[in-house]
C-alpha cells in the first residue's frame, strides 16, 4: 500500500481511538499535537497530559519522538524525560525492532505512550514506577543487555558486536561466543538476530561505548 495512503488511515485510526490527538503540518514536518487522558484499568479518570509525536519522514519505519507539553512531568533523568521534554517511552533498541517491522501509530501510543504517562501518574502518586526502575544512559544498555540479551559481561559483549559489525557470527552449530560450551543455535543466536534487525549504527553504537568502558 502507498505510505501516504496507510499513513492517513493510521491517521483515521488514531482520531477514533484517541479523538483529542489532532494531526498537523509544518513546514513539511508531520505531527500529532493534543490531549491524552489517562484512565486506570476500570476506566476511572486519573488526569490528562497535553503531548506532541513526531511522524517521521520515513514512517512507519521510523521512530517517532513523544514531547510532553504540559510540563506536568520534573525534566529529570530518573523521570524518563529530557529537559526539551522529550519521553524516554522505551529503550531505544526495542524501538527500532519495532520501527524495522512497521510501526504503526496507534500501536505505539496505545502500548507505549499511553503506559508511560500512566506511569508517570503512578510514580506522582506512589514515588516509584509501578513495574521497578529501568536504568539510564549507558547504565540501561548495560541493563537491556543484561536481561533481554543475556549478555552480562562487556567484554562478552563486545566479542559479539565486533563479529557482527563484521558480518562473521558464528554457524548454528559452532560453539557460542561467550564460551558457555553450548551451540551458538541454543544460546545467542537469537539475541544477535534481534541486534541485527536494529541495524548497524545502533550496534557500533553500544561497541564503542562498551569499549570505553573497558578503556577506563
Not at 139 to 158: H, K, P, W
Amino acid at each position: 500500500m502507498d505510505v501516504r495512503k496507510q499513513l492517513n488511515l493510521d491517521l483515521l485510526e488514531v482520531r477514533r481511538c484517541f479523538p483529542k490527538l489532532r494531526f498537523f503540518t509544518k513546514g513539511g514536518d508531520h505531527f500529532l499535537k493534543g490531549d491524552l487522558d489517562i484512565c486506570d484499568i476500570v476506566g476511572e479518570y486519573w488526569d490528562t497530559f497535553e503531548i506532541g509525536i513526531t511522524i517521521p519522514k520515513n514512517y512507519p519505519n521510523g521512530v517517532p519522538l513523544v514531547f510532553e507539553i504540559s510540563r506536568k512531568i520534573p525534566r529529570e533523568d530518573k523521570r524518563h524525560i529530557s529537559k526539551e521534554g522529550v519521553c524516554c517511552v522505551d529503550i531505544d533498541h526495542e524501538l527500532l525492532y519495532l520501527a524495522r517491522r512497521g510501526l504503526k501509530l496507534v500501536n505505539f501510543i496505545r502500548d507505549k505512550v499511553y503506559p508511560y504517562f500512566a506511569n508517570q501518574l503512578y510514580y506522582m502518586k506512589n514515588g516509584c514506577f509501578a513495574k521497578g526502575e529501568f536504568k539510564h544512559r549507558l547504565d540501561g544498555i548495560l541493563q537491556f543487555y543484561d536481561e533481554r540479551l543475556n549478555i552480562s559481561d562487556t567484554e562478552v559483549a563486545i566479542r559479539f558486536l565486533e563479529r557482527l559489525v563484521i558480518n562473521k557470527l558464528p554457524g548454528r552449530n559452532d560453539p557460542c561466543l561467550c564460551n558457555s560450551g553450548k551451540k551458538y543455535k541454543y544460546c545467542h543466536e537469537t539475541s544477535m538476530a534481534f541486534l541485527k534487525s536494529i541495524g548497524t549504527d545502533k550496534v557500533k553504537s553500544d561497541l564503542a561505548q562498551f569499549k570505553e568502558i573497558i578503556s577506563n
